[in-house]
């Protein structure tokens, strides 16, 4: 005889059980579409990993060194990609400057940026007379890319991650920082003198093993030479041919001394010239002897006399 306790247990014990064979056959019965969906939204709600979205840092300033690095060969006609590249860079209010050459020293001798360039909106020109380049702290002397940075001013703008993660405030204005300066160029003195600061360089049309990456024209756009982004990860340090890290400042102080000691032995070497053939040095030939007078024709006579 069963008693009734144990009745009570065994209809709980059916109830159960066919409570749990009803739920299995609803999901052999779902519709597969949502049978994966729910498996994915399970999956996520039970994951323990956090996502997190990594921040790029784009290019604060981009410098061009030279009109020919933006020119093709008819020196009329930007390159591929460079029109796109320098609008992106007003949008996004990343200032673009150009290292202008003048050739006879004066800016009049300079023919114009073609129309499509000659925007200071698009392209700001800084010019430099090319004439005696050492004092103008041309490459390999990193001054001039320096002074250049610091007359530079931005805004950065914040940026803010997924709930909260790698948010951060906008800055104050400030100059460009070097890690975030892109210098394009198309020789070795270029190159090295961008590594110098520890800027990122861009070797146009010309192949060089100390640049950071080479292209023949401007067909990419600013997140791909972002850090990270197509052509490095991370940033740049001051670095010399090798990758050794220097001190920029010491850099430019070697080059100032070596100018200096360059202008005293020119300096030395004019001197010694000017001794040697100044005509105010050479008694009479700088300018006429004045005629004797009767007096002094006299005392000639009276010395001649006593012979």
């Known amino acids: 005889m069963i008693s009734f306790d144990n009745t009570s247990e065994i209809i709980m014990r059916c109830l159960l059980l066919a409570t749990l064979i009803n739920s299995a056959n609803c999901f052999t019965t779902m519709n597969p579409a949502a049978l994966e969906s729910w498996s994915k939204l399970r999956a996520y709600s ?48 990343t200032p673009a400057i150009l290292i202008d050459d003048f050739p006879n020293g004066e800016e009049s001798s300079v023919a114009p940026l073609p129309k499509e360039l000659d925007d200071e909106s698009l392209l700001q020109v800084f010019p430099v007379p090319n004439e005696n380049q050492q004092q103008t ?97 991370n940033t ?21 001394s070596q100018i200096t000691m360059e202008n005293s032995e020119k300096n030395q070497e004019g001197n010694h010239i000017i001794l040697e053939t100044s005509p105010s040095l050479i008694p009479g030939e700088d300018e006429a002897e004045e005629p004797l007078d009767e007096d002094e024709i006299a005392r000639i006579l009276a010395d001649l006399d006593s012979l």
């Open 46 to 93: 039970t994951s323990s990993r956090i996502s997190m979205v990594r921040n790029i840092d784009l290019p604060e300033t981009l410098i061009f060194y030279g009109r020919h690095v933006l020119l093709e060969d008819d020196n009329e006609t930007p390159k591929y990609g460079l029109l796109d590249l320098l609008k992106e860079c007003k949008d996004i209010e």
């Open 137 to 233: 702290g041309r490459p390999p002397n990193p001054r001039l890319l320096v002074d250049i940075m610091e007359s530079t001013t931005i805004d950065p703008k914040g940026f803010g991650g997924s709930s909260g993660f790698g948010r951060k405030l906008a800055d104050p204005p400030r100059s460009p920082l070097p890690q975030y300066v892109i210098v394009f160029g198309d020789c070795e003195d270029v190159c090295r003198a961008a590594r110098y600061t520890g800027m990122r360089v861009f070797s146009i049309g010309t192949e060089s093993d100390l640049a950071d990456a080479v292209a023949d024209d401007f067909g990419f756009y600013l997140d791909e030479i972002a850090t990270p982004g197509s052509f490095w990860i």
């Open 236 to 256: 740049s340090n001051p670095r010399d041919d090798e990758g050794n890290k220097v001190d920029t400042s010491e850099i430019i102080d070697w080059y100032e």
